[in-house]
């Protein structure tokens, strides 16, 4: 009897996504925050950008990596492709049940990121990329099962935007634009209240609705 192994992550089911007329596409790529902020994105942005991206979580940076071959299928040709809005780092500095150790340290972190995003260049060879930090964890300090803590997540944003300015890739600082919340705004130790992630939405929209009009304005240029 024939045997499958599953190594490439799950595939999405359906037909790979067209874009509509007078959209581009726009590709997502991130763990439980990006699920988060993804459906108020593309309410705002429904007419002018198709935003695809994987159902599942995107987990830590090696799932990503291993995953990529799979997730380019959910749209029909990666050619078409204008952008990439990425963000990889609550799984990676997270300690798994209370580990000593996060599960990828700052240098094993970083490493993949460059990996990822020449891959990235590779599938899709139009796209610009847009790399968002790891948002800050709730502020009034309570640790859920897998801790990690701003002190450390502000050390690997630092790395991955040192990564990013070698890369030539832009970066969306999510942490900084979420630093000063309170923790209101909060629903557990690091995800945010549906409120919270409408206007995380609404500022991931705007940056994304920024580049694609940089992307067709640079093309226009003589």
Not at 19 to 43: C, E, N, T
Not at 97 to 118: A, P
Request: glycine share 6%.
């Amino acid at each position: 009897m024939a045997h499958v192994y599953e190594e490439e992550g799950r595939r999405a089911a359906g037909a790979p996504a067209n874009a509509a007329d007078g959209q581009k596409i726009v590709f997502l790529i991130g763990d439980s925050i990006r699920m988060g902020f993804l459906p108020y994105a593309q309410g705002i942005l429904q007419k002018e950008a198709l935003l695809v991206s994987p159902e599942e979580n995107c987990r830590y940076t090696q799932y990503t990596y291993t995953s990529l071959s799979a997730w380019k299928s959910l749209v029909a040709d990666p050619d078409a492709v204008s952008l990439i809005y990425w963000n990889n780092g609550h799984w990676d500095i997270a300690h798994w049940d209370g580990d000593g150790e996060s599960l990828n340290s700052v240098e094993q972190y970083t490493s993949m990121l460059e990996r990822i995003c020449h891959r990235l260049r590779r599938y899709f060879p139009n796209a610009k990329i847009i790399f968002a930090t790891t948002s800050p964890a709730n502020p009034n300090g309570i640790m859920g099962v897998n801790p990690r803590n701003n002190a450390e997540i502000s050390r690997y944003n630092q790395a991955a935007k040192h990564v990013m300015d070698t890369l030539g890739v832009q970066v969306d600082d999510v942490y900084a634009f979420l630093r000063n919340w309170d923790a209101d705004q909060y629903a557990d130790y690091v995800h945010l209240t549906d409120d919270g992630f409408r206007i995380l939405g609404e500022h991931v929209a705007e940056v994304i609705r920024e580049a694609l009009q940089q992307s067709i304005s640079f093309r226009q240029d003589p």
